[in-house]
């Protein structure tokens, strides 16, 4: 079975590893141990803090299964409270002629600058060899999970860029035919350097608008079209009320989404369970649900089937007590819990 976990700094040669094989994809993560550390202690202190607001912070997760990381997955607060966010916006420019009485309408994409806060969830990579076995769905929502937790230290909007297209040669039609001309460097170069600041964009890129019917014929069909390894992810997400918002990556064109973290099914919908046994059983209430632990620090995060008991339930005095479940041993284990400790179930 796969969990989910926050990551700590034992991991730091596993994920290094990790990093190492995914290199030309993972342009979200650092590329020394020495950055690695720091990233690793960031997420730390994030989840440490006591503060209930967002600030800056970073919570980076680990997909484990056999003592081995095969995935991660990251979310980031308070994204362009410093500096602007840059994307290109789509976008109906018109333009009328009095003379001739001649209305001209085009679709066009134009720098736009998010200015407002929002979190941001990122740094999405799954091992090849663990993909397509449930591992993915589980690294991608724990990211919801450890959110519903304590909603008030995540800015109220949600974003996701979405990797963008590539054709069957590997290389990108977006950035190819058109942005590559902004810029005096290789993609992966100029990635690299976005994820850490892209305000450089809008300091290389003109401010008018480009008429998307006079770009190359591949840069067009790549607007807002997700790579093919994405496609899961970005329906996953679509089924989280997450929707594009019209704004598209200025390097690959790949599209940007968002959400109100209010309206976020798996956020909202968690409901909290007590442990009142760890032992095999049959037929189970619930199969394959969401299981994580109620706590910001030691999160874990598994699926797996769970059991109420409802002769525990007039166990306690206070109506608001927490419904008595049955866990498996291995449940337990993965989850690092105990009989009376309190778990949160997305059924």
């Not at 700590?8 to 030309?24: A, E, H, M, N, Y």
């Not at 968002?258 to 209430?285: C, D, L, R, Y």
Request: charged share 25%.
């Amino acid at each position: 079975m796969y969990r989910v976990r926050l990551v700590q700094q034992k991991d730091i040669d596993k994920i290094f590893r990790l990093i190492k094989s995914g290199t030309v994809t993972m342009t979200t993560m650092p590329k020394t141990k020495i950055d690695l550390k720091k990233r690793i202690k960031w997420s730390n202190v994030s989840a440490k803090k006591a503060s209930k607001s967002p600030n800056h912070d970073s919570y980076l997760f680990v997909l484990e299964k056999g003592n081995q990381i095969h995935g991660l997955s990251a979310i980031y607060t308070s994204v362009s409270k410093k500096k602007p966010s840059v994307y290109f916006k789509q976008q109906n420019e018109s333009y009328y002629s009095k003379d001739l009485k001649i209305k001209n309408e085009f679709h066009s994409l134009q720098l736009h600058f998010v200015k407002t806060p929002y979190t941001e969830l990122g740094t999405l990579y799954i091992d090849p060899k663990h993909r397509g076995k449930g591992g993915g769905k589980l690294i991608s929502f724990a990211r919801f999970m450890y959110m519903s937790i304590s909603p008030k230290r995540f800015d109220r909007k949600v974003f996701v860029e979405i990797r963008g297209h590539k054709d069957k040669k590997g290389s990108t039609p977006f950035w190819d035919q058109f942005s590559s001309h902004f810029f005096d460097l290789n993609f992966f170069d100029a990635d690299n350097i976005s994820y850490i600041d892209n305000n450089f964009i809008s300091e290389l890129i003109p401010k008018y608008p480009f008429p998307i019917d006079l770009m190359p014929l591949k840069a067009r069909q790549s607007i807002g079209k997700p790579h093919q390894s994405s496609l899961l992810a970005y329906k996953l997400l679509r089924d989280q009320s997450f929707e594009p918002n019209g704004l598209v990556d200025v390097l690959d064109g790949g599209p940007c989404i968002s959400a109100h973290i209010n309206n976020i099914p798996f956020v909202n919908t968690a409901k909290s369970f007590k442990i009142g046994e760890i032992k095999k059983f049959n037929n189970p209430s619930t199969k394959g649900s969401f299981i994580f632990k109620d706590s910001l620090n030691d999160f874990v995060a598994t699926r797996a089937d769970i059991l109420e008991i409802d002769k525990f339930e007039t166990s306690s005095k206070s109506k608001q007590a927490p419904k008595m479940v049955r866990i498996s041993p291995t449940c337990a284990r993965l989850l690092e819990v105990n009989i009376g400790d309190c778990i949160k179930v997305i059924l």
